[in-house]
C-alpha cells in the first residue's frame, strides 16, 4: 500500500532549484504533506488495519506497524488512526 496526504492550501516555493529554496519555505512545505508506502495486514477480529511501514517521509517511522481501528459505511472506507481522528477513503465507480 501507498499514502500520499497533501494539504492544497500549500504555498508555491519561490524558486524550483532547491539550492535557492530556504529551510523555512522546505519546512513549510514538508509539514503540509505526508507520505509512507508498505505492506498491510487486517486483522478483522479486532477490526484492525496495520500497516507495516517501510519508507516514510519521516525516517523515525520507518519500521512502525501503524495500527488503525476501520469501519466500512457504503461506498466509503473509514480508517481511525486515533479516536479523534478519520481518514475517508471513497470507492469511485
Avoid at 519555505?25 to 505526508?34: L, V
Wanted: hydrophobic fraction near 35%; avoid cysteine.
Amino acid at each position: 500500500m501507498s499514502v500520499q496526504i497533501m494539504r492544497r492550501d500549500r504555498p508555491d516555493l519561490s524558486s524550483t532549484g532547491w539550492q535557492e529554496i530556504s529551510p523555512e519555505e522546505i519546512k513549510a512545505a514538508a509539514e503540509g504533506f505526508t507520505a509512507f508506502f508498505g505492506t498491510y495486514e487486517i486483522d478483522e477480529s479486532e477490526r484492525v488495519i496495520i500497516h507495516r511501514v517501510e519508507g516514510h517521509l519521516l525516517p523515525n517511522s520507518v519500521g512502525k506497524d501503524l495500527k488503525r481501528s476501520f469501519e466500512f459505511s457504503g461506498d466509503q472506507l473509514i480508517l481511525k488512526p486515533t479516536e479523534n481522528r478519520r481518514v475517508i477513503w471513497e470507492r469511485i465507480k
